[in-house]
């Protein structure tokens, strides 16, 4: 894929200008006047935070659960804005938050992962930023579907606004190890690779959906160098109305700030460079071999696809894909690769050779004159089958 036509982030708007990984703060939702004041007040005290969040439309799985207080809420973002440094950011659904948001001098909207998976609310949100130099934050859709958040960032950025970043939250899946939404490393850092130029930032506390996980998972997101974090900051997290398990106290915001480990995404060193391209090179060679052995093991399978159809016997041979399971993880083990990587690594292997050898079925049918017959259905008389 060629990468994507995004004309992001004029060098002239201050989001752009970071050298330091930007740090956004504050509460799941703003709850009353002086929550949000005195949460504003502990952050601007930390100078690494610039920008401080407080959702007033929260979008609740179940209704019934505390849906924001609504625009309200923008009167004491805009006292935040007043009274410290900091610039205020709140998440927008539909045109309407825009506008509100707009007419209060809110310096950031951020388009949540629920609407980012729909291309209407989208659009309806694009709409009404149309030529307004605003500084728009776009989260991951709910779903691990990277053509998804970029056909929202395209939306939005066609709107012609000031800056626009992205930011990754994680993908809310059936199994998650332990996190709340699965992170799903690759999408971000695909979304890099075909934009750039776009800042993209991290949400570690919607990833963990547990304060004891936030430190590994911001940790992580500095380590892929990415441009930020977004974490959830309460003054009194455990009394917070919503997501009260993922919130920390500024206080604890200070301490994981402390103890981030950053580190440089290259180095001037000539004897750095020096080693790392002759490791680049073995890693290109044994690439390389990787992929030639990928190509003869799926010239055998294609062999074995051939006999089969020939034979009417289906691709998938369940048996005998257990066995190279249980092997090749026992010889992953004993060189000392996790279980998880070897499984993925053969489960792709197998859905290209299934795929390989399902083609070849089809052909062997249609050349067949006594080819099997397709399923039969019989209709009973009284119209069970
Ligand atoms: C190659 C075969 O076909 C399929 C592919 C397999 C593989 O890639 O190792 C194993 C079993 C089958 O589901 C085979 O039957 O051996």
């Known amino acids: 894929m060629k990468p994507l036509d995004l004309q992001l982030v004029p060098p002239e708007r201050p989001m752009a200008s970071i050298d330091r990984p930007m740090i956004i703060a504050g509460p799941c939702a703003a709850e009353t006047e002086e929550q949000v004041m005195a949460t504003a007040i502990a952050l601007d005290a930390i100078p690494a935070v610039t920008v401080f969040r407080a959702g007033i439309w929260k979008p609740r799985t179940r209704p019934g659960a505390f849906e924001g207080v609504g625009t309200v809420g923008l009167k004491w973002l805009a006292r935040v804005r007043r009274e410290t440094r900091l610039l205020v950011a709140v998440e927008v659904a539909n045109a309407q938050h825009v506008e509100e948001a707009l007419a209060h001098g809110i310096d950031v909207q951020w388009i949540g992962a629920r609407t980012t998976a729909n291309p209407f609310s989208v659009q309806e949100i694009a709409d009404a930023l149309r030529g307004v130099p605003a500084t728009v934050l776009v989260k991951n859709p709910i779903s691990p579907d990277l053509s998804l958040w970029i056909g929202a960032l395209e939306r939005v950025n066609r709107a012609g606004i000031g800056s626009l970043l992205a930011v990754h939250r994680g993908f809310s899946m059936g199994e998650t190890n332990g996190y709340r939404n699965s992170p799903h490393w690759q999408i971000p850092i695909q979304l890099r690779r075909l934009a750039p130029t776009l800042p993209v930032l991290c949400d570690p506390s919607h990833i963990s959906g547990d304060r004891r996980l936030l430190p590994e998972v911001a940790q992580r997101a500095m380590d892929l160098d990415m441009a930020g974090l977004m974490i959830e900051t309460h003054v009194t997290p455990e009394a917070a109305w919503s997501d009260a398990s993922q919130q920390i106290t500024p206080d604890a915001l200070v301490a994981l700030l402390a103890a981030l480990v950053l580190r440089r995404p290259s180095s001037q060193d000539p004897q750095f460079a020096d ?48 066995a190279v399971v249980e092997s090749r993880l026992l010889l992953g083990k004993q060189s000392d690769l996790g279980e998880d990587f070897v499984l993925a690594i053969f489960q792709a292997i197998h859905e290209e050779a299934l795929r390989t050898q399902t083609g070849l079925e089809g052909q062997a049918r249609s050349n067949r004159v006594d080819a099997t017959p397709a399923i039969e259905v019989r209709v009973a008389s009284n119209g069970t089958t």
């Open 275 to 322: 080693r790392l391209e002759l490791l680049r090179r073995r890693i290109d060679r044994l690439d390389a071999d990787l992929l030639q052995t990928l190509a003869e093991r799926m010239a055998v399978v294609r062999k074995i696809g051939e006999i089969k159809a020939e034979n009417s016997v289906t691709p998938l041979q369940l048996e005998r894909w257990n």
